[in-house]
């Protein structure tokens, strides 16, 4: 597809299981993000991927989240332990670079814990 | 870290009338800026972007207006529609880095 894709569009879940989200980025897209919005919130910046580099995952809120990047291109984002205060919804987005162009987002998945 | 804030968490409007949605910036080394729409359900959709070189930068029925002076960014849109209902998120970067969003104006036009 032309646009960003993320998989499922919608989870639930009980407390303490670990969960997985996809992101497809828009092809060549070097720069992959992710985000969480919380209920009228803004976006908070969790991790960034560019290219091969190291990824930048200053935004994670503990060592229960982690995500990785596959040949550049699928991402998952990941939650271990799951608990009530991760219910969001999780964004991806994807951008040629960082920082100097836009970026584009997919519709996100809402996770919802139980 | 950066913070973006917006003055006005919600506003309503007439359909017709000019609509527009302010936001304040903190980092006055940020050098681009973006305003996204957020619709119900939907991720956010680019809607017009500037660079600090600019102070005015215009699309289809939209402007963006950039104040360094007092790091302030407008976004203006003409003729409000009912599809323009949504969520508007400003964005601000510093070349090579991320992107602090504010919190989100709601913009509700009334038919």
């Known amino acids: 597809g032309a646009g960003v894709s993320q998989s499922p569009s919608n989870k639930v879940t009980e407390k303490g299981k670990d969960v997985e989200l996809r992101c497809d980025p828009i092809s060549g897209h070097t720069a992959l993000y992710w985000y969480r919005q919380s209920l009228g919130q803004g976006l908070e910046f969790l991790i960034y991927?560019?290219?091969?580099?190291?990824?930048?995952k200053s935004g994670l809120p503990s060592d229960r989240f982690s995500a990785e990047r596959t040949g550049g291109s699928v991402s998952t984002l990941t939650i271990q332990r799951t608990q009530q205060e991760d219910s969001a919804v999780y964004l991806c987005?994807?951008?040629?670079?960082?920082?100097?162009?836009?970026?584009?987002f997919g519709d996100g998945t809402r996770l919802s814990i139980l | 870290g950066e913070s973006v804030g917006l003055h006005l968490p919600t506003l309503s409007v007439q359909e017709g009338d000019n609509s527009i949605i302010n936001c304040a910036y903190s980092?006055?080394?940020?050098?681009?800026f973006i305003w996204y729409k957020q619709e119900s359900g939907k991720g956010p959709q680019f809607i017009i972007d500037?660079?600090?070189?600019?102070d005015k930068r215009q699309g289809q029925r939209v402007t963006v207006l950039l104040n360094k002076t007092v790091k302030h960014l407008s976004l203006q849109i003409a003729a409000t529609q009912p599809g323009d209902s949504a969520v508007y998120f400003c964005a601000e970067s510093l070349t090579g880095n991320q992107f602090y969003f504010g919190t989100g104006t709601s913009l509700t036009v009334i038919p």
């Open positions: 500037i660079r600090s070189n600019m």
């Open positions: 980092n006055s080394a940020s050098d681009y």
């Open positions: 987005a994807s951008s040629p670079d960082r920082g100097t162009r836009p970026q584009h």
């Open positions: 991927f560019q290219g091969n580099s190291a990824p930048d």
